[in-house]
């Protein structure tokens, strides 16, 4: 293994007492300030992290001029999509945490924060629990998420050093590094191999690229938890079935646009809307089943983030389908052609 020091917080110089499992890059971001000479400065962290921001805020006040107002994004964020442009245009810098970008832009300091967990230890065991070994199926495709890309290339030569052919490739345009995958798009496993390891942690991302690539067996190494396992979608496809069942009676449609900087797909909503009298436009940013009670459909169709459908597809009142799944509830294509819908355009 490789004694690789990126992403280490004990070496940033400006480690976070509070807290050791992620580099914030807190030099970098200072780097910004005195750059752009800013007086107003943007913190955006995704939704498991927010708890930490007033503790980022408050390093970085010891360092920065006294002149310097720091503000915490307070919208919902899960994504690289989920930018806060609100605050992002009233702030000299703008520093969104936990992502990669899905489009370069100047005006935003990404931090993707890195993961100091070591993750050999539990690769180790993927290896002996669930991985085919090598002199049976040498091919293996690797994934990992942007807290983890910092130790891609010394995961490809691990398993390359115990007799693997390691198959990796950029997905697209949404994707910034090789191997990369979202919750909405895991184009990164579209390698020549029946196996994939994923190394990340939590079932969130590893669920979706199994359902969209079934033919797959998708592994689980996650060093976060510790813990090893083989992603199962089979009970996922029974709720998708379900839902669009529910909805095939449907009359009054209700056509989801995200106003999301990342998530519009505004040519495929217009489309259903257009050859649907009977389909109403809704434009919202946050889709939450409380901000659908009061309309007076029969189902909806999200055009927006696929995992809001796919995840949170239950807690809705009515049923909430995604673009294909719209198209088998209305006859113009068989259920069983059903595919995990994902996301393949920058904004």
């Known amino acids: 293994m490789s004694g690789s020091t990126e992403g280490d917080l004990t070496k940033t110089g400006m480690a976070l007492k509070h807290d050791r499992e992620w580099d914030y890059e807190l030099d970098r971001i200072l780097e910004a300030i005195e750059e752009r000479d800013a007086s107003k400065v943007g913190l955006q962290f995704p939704e498991g992290l927010k708890r930490r921001g007033p503790k980022v805020a408050d390093d970085l006040r010891e360092v920065a001029p006294d002149d310097v107002t720091f503000m915490l994004s307070g919208q919902p964020c899960y994504g690289a999509c989920d930018l806060d442009t ?115 942690g939590g079932k ?88 659908l009670r009061n309309f007076d459909m029969d189902a909806f169709v999200n055009t927006g983030c696929p995992r809001i459908t796919t995840d949170d597809g239950p807690r809705f009142h009515k049923p909430m389908l995604t673009p294909g799944e719209y198209e088998a509830a209305i006859g113009e294509k068989p259920l069983d052609s059903i595919e995990f819908d994902t996301f393949h355009d920058t904004w």
């Open 204 to 291: 969130f991302h590893p669920v979706g690229l199994a359902m969209e690539h079934p033919d797959k067996r998708v592994v689980i190494a996650d060093p976060v938890n510790n813990a090893v396992s083989v992603a199962e979608h089979d009970q996922f496809l029974k709720q998708r079935y379900a839902a669009v069942h529910k909805a095939m009676d449907a009359e009054k449609w209700g056509v989801i646009f995200c106003t999301k900087i990342g998530q519009g797909r505004w040519e495929k909503a217009q489309e259903i809307v257009d050859n649907n009298e009977n389909a109403y436009l809704i434009t919202m940013d946050e889709v939450t089943p409380d901000r």
């Open 86 to 200: 609100y605050l992002m245009r009233r702030t000299d810098v703008f520093v969104h945490f936990g992502h990669t970008p899905m489009k370069e832009s100047d005006s935003i300091v990404y931090v993707p924060l890195f993961s100091n967990v070591d993750p050999f230890p539990i690769m180790e065991d993927a290896l002996e629990e669930e991985l085919s070994p090598p002199e049976e199926d040498a091919d293996v495709g690797l994934v990992t998420t942007a807290q983890h890309m910092n130790r891609f290339e010394e995961m490809t030569d691990w398993l390359e050093e115990r007799g693997y052919e390691v198959h990796t490739r950029r997905g697209d345009d949404r994707l910034t590094k090789e191997g990369q995958v979202l919750g909405c798009n895991y184009a990164s496993a579209d390698i020549d191999a029946e196996q994939v390891l994923y190394v990340g």
